[in-house]
């Protein structure tokens, strides 16, 4: 977060009150999930919805938008109650929400999709002409430089989202429900956001903006929520509570440390060395050396080639040059299944795409990774249970039954399940691409600890994220890499957010590599 | 999601397994049950016996299926690869006659050109799939084509008839009996078991469920995806050439008109027996009832003056649609989910 957004806020708070929700309970099945809560939006405010992942966030802005029905409870609108059959009752009267998983036609353009159900027709005919101004003039409203006739499917995911805010802007929303927008967002593109979020504030729009983000909240919100296990803890103004109060609000109890005490050891034996590792249109001669029990950050903005860097790395992306020597001696590392034998995992930053098998439950999802571990002829189901057993333990994985579907896990009991799956490799060498994206604040300091852990029993960490407090709180070293360069590798002092955002932007860092060693 | 809320997702889901698990196993009793009110001969030994016989070609052709569909790929050319094989095995086994005479060795010989054939078919199916970055819907539409042309020509247009004699030899492998049970029954179980077990037990089976949920996912997790799926077509091969070797016995013949619609037949025997056409998820054993089922159906019809026989495919589709309607399970959920 920059100054700028801080310094931003807006002390006033809001006009009449728009929506609210008054006593909502709501129960799946014998399930309760939310208790009595009310909460009330104004015009020209902001207001933040805070809690853990199951806390019941979800649950009540699709009731308030009408997804869902209460059992419990109702919707006052502009003082009068209302029900809304479904989600385009709520539509109809102005309340629009944007789900945290982006709703788009993948297959479709920019425009189509903006208008998608309430083209605009001249006659019988689509009038294109009028849907491409329109989709233009919303697109620059939001600064953002995509052609309207381009498919999503071309678009990057930050991209996406624009398109998706375009869209309610375009359903004349006057109380708009953004479920954790800035998930997949740079931070120049949080700052448009905040901006667009702002402008629709002045206008008198009613915004809920939901977010595990603290910094944001500070930032853009005036009012903060706070929900924990379905009930309403509190609701004040965003000034009257510290980061430190929200946290706590949120969690129940105080967080004592957040990041794991780890002693760094630069005279440890290297065992990884990249070098002049080049991906066509990705990635140049990027090379950087691992120490043993070390945390090595890899920061960058979105596309700066990091991803594709460790993916050509353990071997699931062609790569056009460079070598790799895993503690001195070169290997050969032509597939992951290579780089597994090399004792090297990788945890996707897309957990549910790439990581695990959604429609299944815990167990095959767990193994799938170290399978020939199981046996090579009949899978040893005890043993895999045995090994789930210890996973659950190790990992502190909270389901409340172990044949759910992993689908209907929390985003953050997925992300310890994806560790633990590639855990089962027994790596020497863990690359984690994003580990806590849109995870809770407890559940992310534990996943700090579990880092922590590993790098205490002598296994190295590269670490991927756009976040720059874990950036800052767990690695030793952070390379930083702009435009498939890696611009430098910042050691000691240097690591502070101002060095990074130089370098990640290409201001500092020349041509070629200046590895510090 | 919450904890209470994923309690009562999964509480639901539980529920729906249960009804897939034991759905097309009660329609199979229904079906029995309705067979025996319209006809008394319906659960003699001989009918049975007939049902289970024919059951077997679909049966376990659709053994194979389920590999492929539960991987998330399908397979059209079956029928044609059937009728290919068939014809290719009575040609060989004709010509051989003359040398080697209307012995066992001339039909070992015809069911080992049978098995490379299915094997290699499959393999045809599956790399061209996998490496030539075809959807295996448009590759195997082709070789259904391809295989049932290759038929019609070796016939001329005609019927190709294996050689009398070799028929004489070759016939127990159809007519045939041990312990009382029909060889071709016998062989429908031995496949479906090695199938659930390679399927249920083993880390190849386990590889079909990942890639079937999610290619992606199986690639992140060091599965070689392709080969995983060229062995399913294989394995698809291999069962075709297996029900061919039973089959041939049984007329002696083949033309341009043998295995038409089987490749229909096995797929809805694997749907019907709750196999997830989309992947992910395969049941062997759904797949030997949806088999059976599918034959019993066409069994009833012939047994009773209420419904023409010529309503079989009508009566089949009706079931087929049913049954997966009834799996899905979303009938029985509410709105709010």
């Keep these: ?517 | 999601m919450s904890s209470l809320e994923r309690r009562a997702a999964s509480a639901s889901s539980r529920f729906s397994i249960d009804f897939k698990a034991l759905g097309p196993f009660l329609a199979l009793v229904v079906l029995f049950v309705l067979g025996t009110a319209i006809n008394d001969a319906f659960l003699s030994g001989g009918n049975l016996s007939n049902i289970f016989t024919r059951a077997a070609f679909i049966g376990i052709i659709a053994v194979g299926a389920t590999f492929v569909i539960t991987a998330g790929g399908i397979d059209l050319s079956v029928g044609s690869m059937a009728a290919f094989i068939s014809g290719a095995m009575i040609v060989v086994m004709n010509t051989l006659v003359e040398t080697l005479g209307p012995g066992l060795e001339t039909v070992l010989i015809g069911i080992v050109v049978s098995i490379i054939l299915g094997i290699g078919a499959g393999a045809v199916n599956g790399l061209v799939s996998t490496k030539g970055k075809i959807e295996a819907f448009i590759v195997t539409l082709g070789t259904m084509g391809i295989y049932r042309s290759l038929v019609t020509y070796m016939a001329d247009g005609g019927t190709l008839s294996l050689d009398f004699e070799v028929r004489g030899t070759y016939r127990p492998v159809y007519y045939g009996e041990l312990l009382g049970i029909p060889v071709p029954v016998l062989v429908f179980l031995a496949v479906a078991i090695a199938g659930y077990v390679l399927l249920n037990m083993t880390p190849f089976g386990r590889k079909c469920f990942a890639i079937g949920s999610n290619e992606q996912v199986a690639r992140y997790s060091a599965i070689h995806v392709d080969r995983v799926k060229t062995m399913t077509y294989v394995i698809q091969g291999l069962c075709v050439s297996i029900a061919t070797i039973i089959y041939v016995p049984r007329l002696g013949s083949a033309s341009s008109s043998t295995g038409v619609l089987w490749e229909l037949e096995a797929i809805a025997a694997v749907i019907i027996g709750g196999t997830m056409l989309k992947g992910g998820y395969g049941r062997i054993w759904g797949t030997v009832v949806g088999a059976i089922m599918l034959t019993t159906i066409g069994n009833i019809l012939n047994l009773t003056d209420a419904i023409s026989n010529y309503l079989n495919g009508a009566v089949q589709g009706l079931i087929i649609i049913v049954a997966v309607f009834l799996q899905r399970g979303d009938w029985r959920r509410k709105k709010s989910k």
């Design chain 1, 1 to 517: 977060m920059t100054d700028a957004a801080v310094h931003a806020v807006n002390p006033g708070i809001g006009g009449e009150v728009r929506l609210s929700g008054r006593k909502i309970c709501k129960s799946f099945g014998p399930a309760q999930v939310l208790f009595d809560v009310s909460i009330d939006l104004h015009a020209g405010e902001v207001h933040a919805l805070l809690g853990e992942n199951g806390a019941g966030k979800s649950t009540l802005v699709k009731i308030l938008s009408g997804y869902h029905e209460p059992t419990e409870g109702g919707l006052v609108l502009d003082g009068a109650e209302v029900s809304f059959a479904d989600s385009e009752a709520g539509e109809g009267h102005g309340v629009i929400l944007i789900h945290q998983e982006l709703n788009l036609a993948e297959q479709l353009t920019v425009e189509e999709n903006i208008f998608l159900g309430r083209e605009i027709k001249r006659g019988w005919f689509l009038d294109k002409t009028a849907m491409r101004a329109e989709a233009q003039r919303l697109l620059e409203q939001l600064q953002c430089d995509v052609d309207p006739r381009t498919r999503i499917r071309d678009l990057s995911v930050s991209d996406r989202q624009m398109v998706e805010i375009a869209k309610a802007l375009s359903k004349k929303a006057d109380i708009l429900i953004l479920d954790e927008p800035t998930a997949v967002l740079t931070g120049r593109e949080v700052e448009i956001l905040f901006d667009q979020i702002r402008r629709l504030r002045e206008q008198g729009v009613a915004i809920l903006y939901i977010s595990h983000k603290l910094d944001e909240i500070k930032a853009i919100a005036d009012r903060v929520t706070v929900l924990r296990d379905g009930r309403h803890i509190v609701t004040e103004p965003v000034v009257d509570l510290s980061k430190d109060d929200m946290a706590r609000l949120m969690v129940g109890r105080d967080i004592k440390q957040m990041f794991p005490h780890r002693v760094s050891d630069t005279s440890a034996p290297i065992v990884l060395s990249v070098r002049d590792l080049s991906v066509p249109g990705q990635v140049r001669d990027a090379s950087f050396n691992l120490h043993k029990g070390e945390v090595l950050g890899f920061a960058g903005i979105v596309g700066a080639g990091r991803t594709a860097l460790m993916e050509a790395i353990i071997g699931l992306r062609e790569r056009s040059s460079g070598t790799i020597e895993r503690n001195g001696a070169p290997v050969r590392i032509a597939s992951l299944q290579d780089a597994k034998n090399s004792g090297i995992a990788y945890l996707t930053k897309d957990r549910k795409g790439s990581g695990l098998l959604l429609n299944m439950d815990m167990r095959p999802n767990l193994t799938l990774l170290a399978l020939e571990k199981f046996g090579r002829v009949i899978v040893d189901r005890k043993a895999e249970e045995a090994a789930l057993e210890k996973a659950i333990e190790a990992f502190d994985i909270r389901a409340a039954d172990r044949k759910a579907k992993v689908g209907d896990f929390s985003g953050g009991n997925q992300q310890k399940l994806l560790l633990a799956k590639v855990m089962e490799t027994d790596p020497d060498i863990v690359i984690i691409d994003e580990p806590t994206r849109g995870i809770d604040i407890g559940t992310k300091s534990q996943i700090y600890h579990f880092i922590g852990d590993l790098t205490d029993r002598g296994k190295s960490v590269i670490l991927l994220s756009s976040e720059m407090p874990e950036m800052l709180g767990l690695s030793d070293r952070i390379a930083v890499m702009a435009a498939g360069r890696i611009t430098g590798i910042l050691e000691g002092n240097d690591r502070n957010e101002h060095e990074i955002m130089r370098h990640a932007t290409g201001i500092s860092g020349q041509e070629g590599v200046s590895v510090h060693e």
